[in-house]
């Protein structure tokens, strides 16, 4: 079993920073993918940003340039920096972590003003 806890969520104006953060534990071993999904009301969710362990990254178009994806390995924990947040980013963002299988995180809202 892998935990997952997330912080970092808040209100902010349009064009705002944040940082997400995101610590695995538990049976953590090998090769790993965590990265960010977000949801928005009445949308699916999707794929933000992730990272392998050995740090190869993956974003989705509409952040590229905004958000930046890190990791500690020591820490197990990945960190999503956002920055120049735009009003159609406000979503619940959820954390996952991927070896032999998946796990997700509770979730933190993140909610962008226009």
């Known amino acids: 079993q892998v935990q997952l806890v997330e912080s970092g969520g808040g209100l902010v104006q349009a064009g705002g920073s944040l940082r997400l953060s995101c610590a695995a534990s538990?049976?953590?071993?090998?090769?790993?993918?965590m990265g960010w999904h977000r949801q928005a009301p009445g949308k699916q969710r999707e794929l933000v940003a992730s990272?392998?362990?050995?740090?190869?990254?993956n974003y989705a178009d509409s952040v590229k340039g905004r958000f930046t994806i890190s990791k500690d390995n020591a820490k197990t924990a990945v960190y999503l920096q956002v920055n120049s947040l735009k009003p159609e980013d406000t979503a619940a963002y959820y954390c996952r972590y991927y070896s032999s299988r998946e796990y997700w995180g509770q979730g933190t809202q993140v909610t962008v003003s226009s």
């Open positions: 990272i392998t362990r050995l740090g190869t990254t």
């Open positions: 538990g049976s953590i071993f090998g090769a790993w993918v």
